[in-house]
């Protein structure tokens, strides 16, 4: 039998989409005749000829092409023979290979490229800083620093590695110029702040700040008696004399906070932050409050407020007077309605990320007769984001309406929840895939009561029917641009694809995890905006590189648990070829499984398909078992936490029956899509299997036909979405010690 090779034949679809691929034998001497041409791909790495971005780009294009053509030759009624299917597999299967190493080196160039750009475009910056004629070399000095830690995130991998070593060692010779520039611009500045000071001490006149107030970057202040700005710094949800200790330091764990005002309170149809109002007392609610105690003093003084120039664009400050709510100028050029003890509210404009570390300096400094007489200052911080993980109490559940086609679905779900206390609320026109259009979250923010939790959601670019949920209670957000992918990552950005666990030890708000396809990931924007949060990271991806869709939500998920340890999910197809085996060893070869569905067959007929048996047990061995281990570590799970749930998966990667772990869980009931197993003795054989694994949790279980769904290749979690409650512990109490 060494004369013979398998391959496999994909299965395309009108749509283009790969549903399924079929195994064969083929004879050693014509498998090498078929395509000849396509076993060169097999001799060498398929990046080692190309050595430029361009010529990664005609590489790609050349495979793409062989591999159209060996799929054109697939056609079994021309080839009846069966070793034709295994030589085909094993060429598509080389081909593929390569592919994904071009895939990989060109998302790798380019990632390099953009590093490259952004470094090249602080340099310029840093260049045109100190060519100014007052030059501010801390900024020079900051942008030199910040252009070179950019270049040091080009791996090592690229193209321009060695260029890159250069680069850097140049960039380093400027920094050292822009670092003794500002040494001795200090030590000149020094001089005039203690002759200053000497003239001050003679005019009796307390110490002057080391700024004006027409400067937009706060400096280090010494406090001036009677003069003291200051938030909610121990964050009790009061603002009063306690704040004063430790105002001017800023953390996670202690320092004033701010809201990113991103709902709805006028219900205008556009974020609170973005009219630069305050939109009537829900408003005023949004705002974190700043007071400015001023003695006698400094009656008929000025008093401005500045903040540092990284976050001036990021943040809104308003004054509450006599007239309402007053928009403040935070550049320094025009000062306060004067007040003897003026209150401030401050807002956010977003939420931190790459680009923002989202802290804020925020001066007020007094003038009188033209001359600086106090200042002070306080830190503050915008409050992180947060995903409410599967295990959460459910507010709120939402799915679209399709017509007739869905009908039974919606009405399902709408018996299961309505014990549950959650609204259900029918999206007219939305979309069919739910959770892949916003990922539902929520911001924590002291009050007198302990805290309030803020509804806020991570929107997609692409889907502007999210926007109808933006109100008064729930906000809405972007991050990052729409990405154009390629034919099979297309998915790859749907928020299915972006999961949090429950709390684990060491992740008390949980930890999020997303998938990596190989060739490309979830978005890298949003992977780095949740780092940037730095509560629910460092975030862990998952191998969905065999999976259509290619999103975590199809592999894993967690459920609550009687223990109050959460259970996860996840798929097995090694149980799932089991469970065939265990109900054709009770006699039942003949009943039918996938009923109803493009797939439906009998049990012996799926199990007499050697080529599906032999790749849901390649997937288990390959793909789900490194999986595991993956997961037990980073997760820290006990063996009695796995659920391995029966699944089985056609080649191209989709559920060949409905995803039991697709599934959503609404406060002590789960929603699951019904497998449409075999009938013994009256009852689904998969249904009551899935029941017994998941009984000690003590969760109910809701089966729903989800024909609909997984025709179009999801289930029950992609095309739902819910609002769940928040933590409820503080997230500034919650967090691990450093």
Not at 130 to 143: D, F, H, K, V, Y
């Amino acid at each position: 039998m060494r004369w013979i090779r398998y391959v496999a034949i994909a299965l395309v679809n009108a749509f283009g989409v790969v549903v399924g691929i079929v195994w064969v034998a083929v004879p050693q001497t014509l498998a090498q005749s078929l395509n000849p041409g396509i076993e060169a791909y097999q001799l060498q790495s398929a990046t080692q000829t190309a050595r430029s971005l361009p010529e990664l780009y005609k590489l790609r294009d050349r495979l793409q092409n062989d591999l159209s053509k060996l799929s054109k030759n697939s056609d079994r009624t021309l080839f009846p023979e069966p070793w034709r299917d295994d030589l085909q597999r094993q060429q598509s299967e080389s081909l593929i290979q390569n592919l994904q190493a071009v895939e990989a080196q060109i998302f790798i160039e380019e990632k390099a490229n953009q590093t490259w750009q952004k470094a090249a475009s602080l340099a310029r910056q840093a260049v045109e800083v100190g060519r100014l004629p007052i030059a501010n070399w801390e900024r020079s000095q900051g942008l030199w620093q910040e252009a070179i830690e950019t270049l040091r995130q080009i791996p090592k991998a690229s193209f321009l590695s060695d260029k890159t070593i250069e680069k850097t060692i140049e960039y380093q010779g400027y920094l050292a110029v822009a670092t003794y520039e500002l040494q001795v611009a200090r030590s000149v500045e020094a001089a005039k702040i203690r002759d200053q000071q000497e003239l001050q001490a003679k005019l009796n006149i307390s110490q002057p700040a080391t700024v004006t107030p027409q400067t937009s970057q706060p400096a280090s202040v010494t406090p001036t008696l009677g003069f003291s700005f200051f938030g909610d710094t121990n964050r009790d949800g009061i603002v009063d004399e306690k704040d004063e200790e430790g105002r001017e330091k800023w953390s996670l764990s202690s320092g004033a906070l701010i809201l990113f005002n991103n709902n709805d309170d006028d219900r205008k149809g556009i974020a609170d932050w973005q009219d630069r109002k305050v939109n009537g007392d829900r408003d005023v609610q949004d705002l974190a409050l700043v007071r400015l105690k001023l003695s006698d003093k400094f009656v008929g003084s000025q008093i401005f407020i500045t903040a540092d120039s990284a976050s001036i664009p990021h943040i809104n400050v308003f004054q509450k007077t006599a007239d309402g709510w007053q928009i403040v100028d935070i550049s320094g050029k025009e000062p306060l309605v004067f007040e003897r003890e003026p209150i401030l509210g401050v807002e956010a404009k977003q939420f931190r990320d790459r680009n923002w570390n989202g802290i804020v300096s925020l001066q007020a400094t007094a003038t009188k007769n033209g001359a600086t007489i106090a200042a002070d200052t306080i830190k503050m911080g915008v409050s992180p984001w947060m995903m409410s993980p599967n295990t959460a109490a459910v507010k709120e559940i939402y799915v679209s309406d399709r017509g007739v086609a869905n009908s039974e679905f919606i009405s399902q779900i709408k018996q299961a929840v309505a014990p549950t206390g959650a609204k259900i609320e029918i999206i007219s026109g939305g979309s069919v895939w739910m959770q892949d259009t916003q990922k539902i979250g929520y911001v924590q923010f002291p009050d007198k009561s302990g805290i309030r939790t803020f509804t806020s959601a991570l929107k997609r670019e692409t889907e502007n029917n999210v926007k109808s949920l933006l109100k008064s209670d729930f906000g809405v957000f972007e991050v990052g641009k729409a990405r154009s992918l390629d034919t099979l990552n297309q998915w790859v950005d749907g928020y299915g694809n972006l999961e949090v666990t429950p709390p684990l030890a060491g992740y008390p708000m949980g930890r999020v995890y997303y998938g990596n396809s190989g060739t490309a990931t979830l978005n890298p924007e949003i992977v780095d905006f949740i780092n940037a949060q730095q509560i629910q990271g460092p975030l862990i991806d998952i191998d969905t590189s065999w999976l259509l869709i290619r999103h975590a939500d199809e592999i894993i998920s967690f459920i609550p648990n009687n223990s109050g340890k959460p259970l996860m999910l996840i798929v097995s197809p090694e149980a799932g070829v089991k469970l065939l085996e265990e109900i054709a060893q009770k006699g039942y070869g003949d009943a039918i499984i996938n009923r109803d569905l493009s797939t439906q067959t009998t049990v012996s007929a799926a199990l007499n398909n050697k080529s599906l048996v032999r790749h849901n047990l390649y997937l288990q061995q390959e793909k789900i078992n490194p999986l595991l281990s993956k997961l037990k570590k980073e997760f820290q799970l006990t063996e009695e936490q796995i659920i391995q749930v029966p699944a089985m998966f056609g080649y191209s990667g989709y559920a060949w029956w409905p995803n039991m772990v697709n599934s959503v869980a609404v406060n002590g009931q789960l929603l699951v899509s019904n497998p449409r197993g075999a009938i013994i003795d009256g009852r689904d054989y998969t249904q009551e299997k899935f029941r017994q694994l998941v009984a000690p949790s003590g969760i109910s279980i809701n089966f729903l036909e989800d024909k609909y769904y997984q025709e179009l290749k999801g289930n029950t979690h992609a095309a739902t979405n819910t609002m769940r409650q928040g933590e409820v512990k503080p997230f500034w109490e919650s967090l691990p010690p450093k």
